[in-house]
């Protein structure tokens, strides 16, 4: 789960160019919005398509459970974890 994590990390900072950052300045259970990295809706949307095209998973827009699968790279392993399954 470990190289999971650290690969949504990677995919995160080239796919939304976050500059200065490195997979370890991102903790795992880190806020991705907001007060957390600060990304916002745009971002979102740009990550899910790097998710759906990287781990060929799709994250469902509509969702009431996609907030709470962007809430954290923990979040976001678990659930490609159970989709890869």
């Given at each position: 789960m470990?190289?999971?994590?650290?690969?949504i990390k990677q995919l995160m900072i080239s796919s939304l160019d976050l500059e200065d950052i490195t997979v370890d300045d991102i903790e795992n259970d880190q806020p991705l919005f907001?007060?957390?990295?600060g990304l916002d809706?745009?971002?979102?949307?740009?990550?899910?398509?790097a998710i759906?095209?990287?781990?060929?998973?799709k994250i469902d827009a509509n969702s009431e459970q996609t907030k709470a699968h962007f809430a954290s790279v923990d979040a976001l392993a678990e659930f490609i974890n159970q989709h890869q399954s």
């Amino acid at each position: 789960m470990t190289e999971l994590k650290n690969k949504i990390k990677q995919l995160m900072i080239s796919s939304l160019d976050l500059e200065d950052i490195t997979v370890d300045d991102i903790e795992n259970d880190q806020p991705l919005f907001v007060d957390g990295l600060g990304l916002d809706s745009i971002d979102a949307l740009e990550l899910g398509l790097a998710i759906k095209k990287e781990f060929n998973v799709k994250i469902d827009a509509n969702s009431e459970q996609t907030k709470a699968h962007f809430a954290s790279v923990d979040a976001l392993a678990e659930f490609i974890n159970q989709h890869q399954s």
